[in-house]
């Protein structure tokens, strides 16, 4: 089967080598979910880049049976825009189906106009509330459900999600996220204890709450490391005159999988917020589940149904230093147990067999 996918994530190298700091987030997931696809599928990856680059023509790169297709940029916001979304009806590539990142509109706008050219079924990929999302104006987030409602299926993380998307009821699947294995090193990239967290260091999803949390602990000889984008001065602040805490910046991911696989515990030290909660799976969570480390985390009411008591939530009866505390102590055998979970939940494997079964009833 040949699959189009619409979307601002990217190849390996060319994430690697770019010039502007991109959401590593969005790129592990989009990349998890087109190499899930690939394992059984030819994919066609449309890249929609921001007017950022500058003024670049378009190329095309191949991995496997992944074929990135690089849109041309334009330096200007809304003729970046327009060539985009207009290039998007030249392209003569005719797939099976087609995919959309449905938080971006210059790819739902282009994979719209891709689809009803070519007549080729579209399904949207829910991972957010758009109102939920820094700096994203309510006039893009109404353009973004506005133009959703023309997929022809849904892949959501939540119900939520698919309720706030799905007005129509048209088909959808519940996928929550996706983890992949990594090859494990034997040897730990550090020669001391450490607790780890990636991800991004904004204050509103916890990181000086983490740094405080692990200043408290009654243990001195263990160390955290912090690797993660969007440096600012609350986190600069908060790290100051601490040599036990170690910044690494925003490091490639097979690294990250390194420091994760060796760690005390990774930790997500996101606070739970009950509006966000029902649209929301911390897919730090699930990157976390596949490694060999415990995990601490704040409350998920999504994952908790999933992984019950085999992760250490941050809860009213539990703060994220009692749980640090704790973890330094606990037995490791809970890890086998998310591990166990993870595999059967959030494999590639798994999840292949899902999207096959639900693309064949779309394409019915």
Same mark, same amino acid.
């Given at each position: ?30 990349? !998890? ?10 994919? =066609? ?19 496997? !049976?992944? *074929? ?17 979304? /207009? =290039? ?12 959309? +990142? ?16 070519? &007549?080729?079924?579209?399904? $949207? ?7 939920? %999302? ?9 353009? %973004? ?20 998307? !799905?007005?129509? =009821?048209? #088909?959808?699947?519940?996928?929550? $996220? ?10 730990? #990239? ?9 991800? *991004? ?20 000889? *263990? ?10 001065? +609350?986190?600069? @602040? ?19 999988? +390194?420091?994760?696989?060796?760690? %005390?515990? =990774?930790?997500?030290?996101? #606070? ?13 969570? %699930? ?5 060999? &480390? ?21 809860? @009213? ?29 959030? /494999? ?17």
């Amino acid at each position: 089967m040949r699959i189009a996918y619409f979307t601002t994530a990217q190849d390996k190298k060319e994430y690697l080598n770019s010039p502007i700091e991109l959401n590593p987030s969005n790129q592990v997931f989009h990349s !998890n979910f087109i190499e899930c696809l690939s394992l059984t599928n030819d994919v =066609n990856v449309f890249v929609l880049r921001s007017n950022a680059y500058g003024n670049k023509e378009s190329f095309v790169n191949k991995e496997g !049976n992944v *074929t990135w297709n690089y849109l041309q940029t334009k330096s200007g916001k809304f003729a970046n825009i327009t060539s985009q979304i /207009s =290039n998007s009806k030249k392209i003569k590539d005719k797939s099976d189906v087609a995919f959309v +990142d449905t938080m971006n509109t210059r790819c739902l706008l282009a994979a719209k106009n891709y689809s009803k050219k070519n &007549s080729v079924p579209l399904i $949207g990929l829910v991972t957010d509330n758009p109102y939920n %999302i820094t700096k994203t104006s309510s006039l893009s987030c109404d353009l %973004i459900l506005r133009t959703a409602k023309k997929c022809d299926g849904f892949v959501c993380l939540t119900k939520a999600l698919n309720a706030l998307f !799905n007005k129509k =009821n048209k #088909p959808y699947i519940l996928i929550k $996220g996706l983890s992949k294995n990594s090859k494990v090193n034997k040897s730990s #990239p550090l020669d001391y204890p450490y607790f780890f967290y990636a991800g *991004t260091l904004l204050k509103k999803y916890g990181i000086c709450d983490l740094v405080e949390a692990f200043k408290s602990l009654k243990d001195k000889k *263990t160390k955290l490391v912090i690797a993660g984008h969007h440096n600012n001065d +609350d986190f600069k @602040e908060a790290i100051k005159d601490d040599e036990r805490i170690v910044f690494l910046g925003n490091i490639d991911n097979q690294i990250v999988c +390194d420091y994760e696989n060796h760690s %005390i515990a =990774n930790i997500n030290p996101r #606070p739970y917020i009950e509006r966000i909660d029902k649209y929301s799976v911390p897919s730090k969570v %699930i990157e976390y589940s596949s490694k060999n &480390s415990l995990i601490i985390s704040g409350y998920s009411s999504e994952l908790k149904n999933v992984f019950e008591d085999s992760i250490l939530w941050i809860d @009213e009866k539990n703060s994220l230093s009692q749980r640090m505390e704790e973890s330094l102590t606990l037995k490791r055998e809970m890890i086998n147990d998310v591990k166990a979970i993870s595999e059967k939940e959030f /494999s590639l494997d798994a999840n292949n067999k899902k999207l096959q079964g639900f693309i064949s009833n779309i394409l019915k």
